[in-house]
């Protein structure tokens, strides 16, 4: 089987894995990955065999750090099939008439605008829509959340009604420039917040509003949803729907995961890769159903929650698999996400 051929521009919090995870796929070849600053992350790449190009202008930046590339921005996109841009937020527009011009085609992350890519996309959304497109942006890690839930929910009835209110973490681990250190920040104070208008890139006629605000830690985001169905479900509907679906672990307060910090502490011990959890990790004890009306809380981790959509995102575009299950059947294998119980069984 010919293996598509990727690149990753930027290799930071989502670049790194993102390229990682493309070395565990079978229909897929990593060609090599973009960095700018000639720092530690560069050399870990080169560590990994992982193979490095940067910008014309900081070729010489590298080589006088003794870090060997091996070409060009350019000359990586003259060698692949589809690149993944995971550079800084708005960055990735600018990138976009070179990519046109290379011919390759161009998975976007949600820092961009919805207006950067034909199609904005989840995968147990609307993976059929993003078939052989030539560009695809996968959505930030908040809206990826929120619609693995909404998605899910819509196997039992319409969701008419979404209400969701975002915590959100101040910044990822290894940044130290953001806060807040020691408040609580509305964000925006005004309602509702761009959450809700980014679900809608993909489910365009939902009636929802978000509200987010940004609390003093680093390990993940927590959103407090309120759905409305058309028709009225059991809770026992709602638990064993999140229990069989894809990209959705259940957990439980009355097991000792009582926060984001036991998830994360529950991953190290799983000696999951740098403590990741892509799956959504739903609260079974927050599963509340009063007629056609369910809540639930979930955690959402912000560096891994992507990744797998974008291994899918990448599927799409070059029509390695034209059903949205047979993608997650080989992401979610060869990246270990779990079904069920994030413990691996019930309470
Ligand atoms: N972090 C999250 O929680 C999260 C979650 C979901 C989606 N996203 C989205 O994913 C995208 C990437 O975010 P991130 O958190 O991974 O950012 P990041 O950690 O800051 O990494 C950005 C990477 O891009 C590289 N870069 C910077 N300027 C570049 C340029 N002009 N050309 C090529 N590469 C450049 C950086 O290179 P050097 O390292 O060499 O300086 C770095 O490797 C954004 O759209 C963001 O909104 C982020």
């Known amino acids: 089987m010919r293996r598509v051929k990727v690149a990753v521009?930027?290799?930071?919090?989502?670049?790194?894995?993102?390229?990682e995870a493309v070395l565990r796929q079978p229909d897929m070849e990593l060609v090599g990955v973009v960095k700018v600053t000639p720092d530690y992350g560069a050399r870990y790449a080169v560590s990994r065999g992982i193979k490095l190009y940067t910008l014309p202008d900081r070729v010489e930046a590298f080589r006088r750090r003794g870090i060997e590339v091996e070409g060009t921005l350019d000359e990586l996109l003259d060698r692949v099939d589809v690149v993944i841009d995971a550079t800084p937020g708005g960055t990735g527009a600018k990138y976009k008439p070179l990519y046109e011009r290379k011919g390759v085609?161009?998975?976007?992350?949600?820092?961009?605008?919805?207006?950067?890519?034909?199609?904005?996309?989840?995968?147990?959304c609307n993976y059929e829509e993003a078939l052989d497109r030539r560009s695809v942006r996968v959505v930030s890690c908040n809206t990826t959340g929120l619609l693995r839930a909404i998605c899910t929910l819509s196997r039992l009835g319409r969701v008419q009604s979404v209400r969701a209110t975002i915590v959100r973490r101040a910044a990822d681990p290894k940044e130290v420039k953001r806060g807040?250190?020691?408040?609580?920040?509305?964000?925006?104070?005004?309602?509702?917040?761009?959450?809700?208008?980014?679900?809608k890139t993909v489910l365009r006629d939902l009636d929802i509003v978000t509200a987010a605000v940004v609390v003093p830690t680093t390990l993940m985001h927590v959103h407090v949803v309120y759905a409305r169905l058309s028709s009225r479900v059991t809770r026992e509907d709602v638990l064993s729907l999140f229990e069989d679906s894809p990209r959705i672990v259940l957990a439980?307060?009355?097991d000792g995961i009582k926060s984001t910090a036991d998830v994360v502490e529950l991953a190290r011990d799983m000696g999951r890769p740098r403590y990741d959890v892509p799956e959504l990790v739903v609260w079974a004890d927050s599963v509340t159903v009063n007629g056609d009306e369910v809540m639930w809380m979930q955690a959402v981790?912000?560096?891994?929650?992507?990744?797998?959509?974008?291994?899918?995102?990448?599927?799409?575009?070059m029509g390695l698999a034209r059903r949205a299950a047979d993608t997650i059947?080989?992401?979610?294998e060869t990246l270990g996400l779990r079904r069920g119980w994030l413990t691996g069984g019930p309470p």
């Open 301 to 317: 981790h912000q560096e891994s929650i992507v990744v797998p959509e974008n291994i899918d995102a990448v599927r799409a575009v």
């Open 105 to 124: 085609k161009a998975v976007f992350q949600g820092g961009e605008k919805p207006d950067v890519a034909e199609v904005s996309f989840s995968t147990l």
């Open 180 to 199: 807040p250190v020691n408040a609580i920040v509305p964000d925006p104070a005004q309602l509702p917040s761009h959450h809700a208008e980014d679900v």
């Open 252 to 254: 439980s307060a009355s």
């Open 9 to 19: 521009n930027g290799f930071g919090t989502i670049g790194k894995r993102v390229a």
């Open 329 to 332: 059947r080989v992401t979610d």
